[in-house]
């Protein structure tokens, strides 16, 4: 099989500088999101948010001659990812929004890891004992970080790990996916699956509309723009180098979250969540080395 993707040493440099930056454009949306959500009820900042996506999206599609509505968009796997899309995202915006960014981004680090186990059960992928024992010593990081016999355990910690299952079950449908359907085309679905997440959890939450102050608005605008930015970037990235060399650097998302975390919401870290985030970060990274020499 023949690929468009060079594997020189300067193409990895390059794919990784694109996944540093989508790792960075993805916190500072997260951060952005966090602090929209202080100022207007949960199911409003997923509308907006979502709606600022979709029509970004749309007008690239737009610009490229793209059409969005297409029979492949009805596929099983398509609908497969809408499911996990609305799922992932409004769980993950909750876990923004009601715990700290830290803690959250530190879970959504386990995505590759549940990612690698179910590609071996549900797509017979080979993984070996090693492999195995990499996502074994992962999860317990997870349990680590959310600590569900201690104290100082909250419900909410759940939130992230429902997110994060929920980003799985996408990236997983998302390879089943029709190879027809560009970045533009799955990215305008999945913004629209975030304005379908805000408006199913307005049930629940029930918050009347705020208005919409001007301080805001910037924020779910930068959110928006930084989302699409960050996808971007992210197929850049996966198109430009090896994969192999350009996703352990995935992790950089993992530095900017705590960082924001720590420096503009004022968040502590302790002792669990350092060892939580090294088992974590060790397991993805050894299972990428693992998978590189198979």
Same mark, same amino acid.
């Given at each position: 099989m023949t690929t468009h993707i060079r594997t020189d040493p300067r193409s990895n440099l390059i794919g990784s500088a694109w996944m540093i930056a989508a790792m960075a454009g993805f916190a500072l949306e997260d951060a952005l999101l966090k602090s929209a959500s202080i100022a207007l009820p949960i199911w409003q900042v997923l509308?907006?948010?979502?709606?600022?996506?979709? *029509?970004?999206?749309?007008? +690239?599609a737009g610009l490229r001659s793209t059409r969005l509505l297409q029979p492949d968009v009805l596929s099983a796997p398509m609908k497969i990812r809408v @499911? @996990?899309?609305? @799922? =992932?995202?409004? $769980?993950?915006?909750?876990?923004i929004a009601l715990t700290p960014l830290s803690s959250a981004t530190v879970i959504l680090q386990a995505t590759p890891l549940v990612v690698v186990a179910c590609a071996a059960l549900f797509f017979g992928e080979? +993984?070996?004992?090693?492999?195995?024992? *990499?996502? $074994?010593?992962? /999860?317990i990081g997870v349990v680590i970080i959310i600590q569900p016999t201690g104290d100082s355990f909250s419900i909410l910690s759940i939130l992230a790990v429902?997110? /994060?299952?929920? $980003? #799985? =079950?996408?990236?997983?449908? %998302?390879? #089943?996916?029709p190879a027809s359907l560009g970045?533009?085309?799955l990215g305008f679905y999945g913004f629209l699956c975030v304005i379908v997440a805000g408006f199913v959890y307005r049930f629940w939450e029930g918050a009347p509309i705020a208005a919409l102050s001007f301080h805001t608005s910037l924020h779910l605008? =930068?959110?928006?723009?930084?989302g699409t930015i960050a996808y971007a970037s992210l197929m850049k990235a996966m198109r430009t180098g090896e994969v192999s060399a350009v996703?352990?650097?995935?992790? %950089?998302?993992?530095? @900017?979250?705590?960082?924001l975390g720590v420096f503009l919401f004022g968040e502590h870290l302790d002792r669990t969540m350092w060892i939580g985030s090294a088992l974590i970060v060790a397991s993805g990274l050894y299972i990428l080395w693992r998978g590189r020499r198979a």
């Amino acid at each position: 099989m023949t690929t468009h993707i060079r594997t020189d040493p300067r193409s990895n440099l390059i794919g990784s500088a694109w996944m540093i930056a989508a790792m960075a454009g993805f916190a500072l949306e997260d951060a952005l999101l966090k602090s929209a959500s202080i100022a207007l009820p949960i199911w409003q900042v997923l509308v907006l948010f979502g709606a600022g996506g979709t *029509a970004i999206f749309a007008c +690239v599609a737009g610009l490229r001659s793209t059409r969005l509505l297409q029979p492949d968009v009805l596929s099983a796997p398509m609908k497969i990812r809408v @499911f @996990f899309e609305i @799922f =992932g995202r409004l $769980f993950y915006v909750l876990a923004i929004a009601l715990t700290p960014l830290s803690s959250a981004t530190v879970i959504l680090q386990a995505t590759p890891l549940v990612v690698v186990a179910c590609a071996a059960l549900f797509f017979g992928e080979t +993984v070996g004992w090693r492999r195995w024992s *990499a996502i $074994f010593v992962g /999860m317990i990081g997870v349990v680590i970080i959310i600590q569900p016999t201690g104290d100082s355990f909250s419900i909410l910690s759940i939130l992230a790990v429902l997110g /994060m299952l929920g $980003f #799985a =079950g996408r990236d997983l449908a %998302s390879r #089943a996916a029709p190879a027809s359907l560009g970045t533009e085309v799955l990215g305008f679905y999945g913004f629209l699956c975030v304005i379908v997440a805000g408006f199913v959890y307005r049930f629940w939450e029930g918050a009347p509309i705020a208005a919409l102050s001007f301080h805001t608005s910037l924020h779910l605008a =930068g959110a928006a723009v930084l989302g699409t930015i960050a996808y971007a970037s992210l197929m850049k990235a996966m198109r430009t180098g090896e994969v192999s060399a350009v996703t352990p650097f995935r992790y %950089s998302r993992l530095l @900017f979250g705590i960082g924001l975390g720590v420096f503009l919401f004022g968040e502590h870290l302790d002792r669990t969540m350092w060892i939580g985030s090294a088992l974590i970060v060790a397991s993805g990274l050894y299972i990428l080395w693992r998978g590189r020499r198979a």
